[in-house]
């Protein structure tokens, strides 16, 4: 037990499997992943897109596959990409050959929706000759037939039972190197569907809830949606679908992970909602902060409040912390201790510097370990 039981989190105990490098399920972090947008035919324009994303963060970045042109620019794509590359294909069983062969590391399919059970052999033996993981991907807005026939409606019921027949085909096949997701864009149904193919499988769960609209409304379903299943210890790797562009979608994923202490990437701002009280514009402070600091990728903490009535606190659980005062003078705290003053015209400024300059000694003392054993 923790010092701090009432944050702990459990979690599920699933097996492991790579997509490509990376670790996901088991013990490994969770991780983080998003789609590109761009027309994958178009090489140039996706690989921008996917440099953008890698710097934000991602561990792992989907494109779709719909065409024999995507899927011939996918060697080009993958051979740039900083990261594993997954495959989105539907229908088209033939992509999905073209993919696992252009070098992809995991494959998004239904094996369902792929055809008879010769076709489902043909992606499932080319994914074992690639080194190819695959993804099932059961959505509420595209369920069989059948089970809507049965149940009457997408339920948390329908869309285990689609997970666990997809799941099969694979197994039939002596495949084993899947991760599954159940997305619906109804957070209840989503988060329910889940709970239920976490108590029925081990393999790695992808979470999201799909379709979850805009950078705002979006993020804040799939903050209650991802977070609460996160919070219950559900969950091996991370889409946060968003109307916006995919690097935002990174950002809020590591967001939802960071504020459960699951894992820590780049600059943790504490800041207040501000009030009459404040000794400086908190609101436009954190907005240029953010801005500037997206380059830190060394986790540390920075409070950011208006004036003395919480900012103390704060900042005494935080790496840096800037508290305002009257003036334009105000309080700035290193490592929770009260340090120096800064003025107004230089606080953003002296900020960033202090940052870059804690985030420069978290990295070099982390490395000091690896040059003693290379020094012994």
């Not at 792992?60 to 995507?70: A, K, N, Q, Y």
């Not at 997954?86 to 929706?113: Q, S, T, V």
């Not at 285990?160 to 997701?181: G, M, N, P, R, T």
């Not at 912390?321 to 009260?338: A, C, F, P, Q």
Request: charged share 25%; glycine share 10%; net charge negative.
């Amino acid at each position: 037990m923790s010092l701090r039981p009432w944050r702990d989190i459990e979690r599920r105990k699933s097996r492991q499997i790579m997509v490509g490098t990376v670790p996901v399920g088991g013990d490994a972090p969770v991780t983080v992943q998003t789609m590109t947008n761009t027309l994958t035919s178009d090489a140039r324009a996706t690989i921008d897109q996917i440099r953008r994303c890698e710097e934000a963060g991602a561990d792992l970045i989907r494109v779709s596959c719909p065409d024999e042109e995507s899927t011939t620019a996918l060697r080009q794509i993958v051979r740039a990409a900083r990261v594993p590359i997954i495959a989105d294909i539907h229908f088209h069983y033939k992509r999905a050959l073209e993919a696992a062969d252009a070098g992809a590391a995991c494959l998004r399919i239904n094996p369902g929706n792929i055809g008879s059970e010769n076709r489902v052999k043909e992606v499932v033996d080319a994914a074992k000759a690639n080194g190819c993981a695959i993804r099932i991907g059961v959505n509420a807005g595209s369920l069989e037939k059948d089970l809507l026939e049965k149940y009457g409606e997408p339920c948390p019921e329908a869309l285990v039972e689609s997970a666990l027949d997809h799941i099969k085909l694979l197994q039939d096949q002596d495949f084993h190197e899947y991760k599954v997701a159940v997305k619906a864009s109804d957070v209840f149904l989503a988060v329910s569907a889940y709970m239920g193919l976490a108590e029925a499988v081990d393999c790695p769960l992808h979470l999201g809830i799909t379709e979850a609209g805009g950078l705002i409304g979006g993020t804040v379903k799939s903050a209650i949606g991802i977070g609460n299943l996160l919070w219950a210890g559900i969950g091996d790797t991370i889409r946060v679908s968003l109307s916006a562009e995919p690097e935002e979608e990174v950002r809020v994923g590591y967001e939802i992970l960071k504020s459960l202490g699951i894992r820590t990437r780049g600059v943790r701002v504490v800041s207040c909602p501000s009030c009459a009280r404040q000794g400086f514009d908190v609101i436009r402070t954190v907005q240029v902060l953010e801005e500037r600091l997206k380059h830190i990728h060394t986790p540390l903490s920075l409070s950011v409040l208006g004036c003395v009535v919480n900012g103390p606190g704060e900042a005494r659980e935080t790496d840096i912390g800037i508290t305002g005062g009257g003036n334009g003078k105000h309080m700035v705290y290193l490592s929770g201790i009260t340090d120096h003053h800064v003025q107004d015209a230089e606080m953003v400024d002296h900020i960033v510097s202090l940052v870059e300059a804690k985030a420069a000694e978290i990295e070099a003392a982390s490395a000091a370990p690896d040059l003693d054993q290379d020094a012994a």
